[in-house]
């Protein structure tokens, strides 16, 4: 691993900067040897994704055993639901300022962020996803409400850099949190009336414009997350808690795939399709777990922090996680290397 010593460097001694990065992976790797658990990360520095990929070992064969990476910030900002685009350049995530949720974007290419949230709008945006993605122009698909009078939550696009916005469906079905999989969105819709509050899950195609229901059931749905091979996987309550369902292509009738006595929530598929990863209370304080397909009885716990952790969201390689984690402060953005580092 190569550590960054600034333009002023004499290529010899390390500036404070990356005294810091060198501090950081020695605790951590003491930590790691000692098998320690504790909080997450606090420094301020922002560790760079593709240095990262680099230390992060592939996935193992069908029953390896492996060890996660330790967790590391890569976001100096606070913030929430982040996700990548599909040549994993851009990180959207959700930002908390001045009380109110706006969405922005992490260029990794320019180190720059990008605003999202015009400053002329009052609405709350939150829980952004990449709809469409065109290199260095992409459009995004996000929740939207205004807070007003009990007014529902709508799914807008805004395209990027020009900032052209639509609501993503015509009506008044309101939805939130869309997951994307091929030109079609998936997504907890609810009516306006009070009795058609609780979340279905539907799907829309957006080379027809047809909205599929595809659960009709008195308990909620949400948070879906489609893989690759189509297999939709989401959060119910039917039993009181939230548990984690997964709905088989081509089938109407969902089947459990991880049920605790606590709430499960923010299901992750990888690029693959084979690693599910997920947020439970199962041990008190919000952490993540990790369901090989291959091998669904194998549970892998990722994170054992005093900390929450949800959030999780796949690199498109698959061996970086990224996740938003926090303590009783704003929370954060940070990556562990799924399979182990080198």
Not at 107 to 129: C, F, G
Not at 180 to 203: H, N
Not at 272 to 282: E, G, L, T
Not at 316 to 330: D, E, Q, Y
Request: proline share 7%; hydrophobic share 40%.
């Amino acid at each position: 691993m190569q550590i960054e010593v600034g333009p002023s460097s004499d290529n010899i001694h390390l500036n404070a900067r990356g005294s810091t990065i060198v501090g950081e992976l020695i605790a951590s790797a003491i930590a790691r040897l000692l098998g320690a658990s504790g909080d997450v990360p606090t420094s301020d520095h922002q560790f760079d994704i593709s240095t990262m990929l680099q230390m992060c070992r592939s996935a193992p064969g069908a029953g390896e055993p492996f060890k996660p990476g330790v967790a590391r910030k890569v976001l100096a900002s606070t913030g929430r639901y982040p996700s990548f685009s599909p040549d994993g350049r851009f990180m959207l995530f959700q930002n908390l300022q001045a009380g109110r949720e706006r969405i922005e974007a992490l260029d990794w290419q320019s180190r720059k962020i990008i605003d999202l949230t015009p400053d002329t709008t009052s609405d709350t945006e939150r829980h952004p996803a990449f709809l469409n993605y065109r290199g260095g122009e992409f459009e995004i698909v996000f929740g939207a409400s205004s807070g007003i009078n009990g007014a529902v939550e709508r799914l807008m696009v805004r395209h990027w850099p020009s900032m052209e916005t639509r609501p993503l469906l015509a009506g008044s079905l309101g939805g939130a949190i869309a997951a994307v999989k091929d030109g079609q969105v998936f997504f907890p819709g609810f009516g306006s009336q009070e009795s058609d509050r609780v979340p279905d899950l539907y799907k829309y195609d957006m080379a027809t414009e047809v909205i599929l229901r595809l659960t009709d059931t008195p308990w909620e749905e949400w948070r879906p997350a489609v893989a690759a091979d189509g297999t939709i996987f989401f959060i119910a309550n039917p039993e009181g808690n939230f548990d984690l369902y997964e709905l088989p292509v081509g089938s109407s009738h969902p089947k459990i795939l991880f049920r605790s006595l606590a709430d499960e929530w923010d299901p992750a598929i990888s690029p693959d399709a084979r690693w599910v990863a997920f947020a439970s209370r199962r041990y008190g304080n919000w952490g993540l777990f990790l369901i090989d397909r291959k091998n669904s009885e194998a549970v892998t716990r990722l994170t054992d922090f005093q900390s929450d952790e949800w959030d999780p969201a796949f690199h498109p390689t698959g061996r970086l996680l990224i996740f938003a984690a926090s303590s009783g402060r704003a929370p954060h953005v940070y990556g562990m290397c799924l399979f182990g580092e080198k």
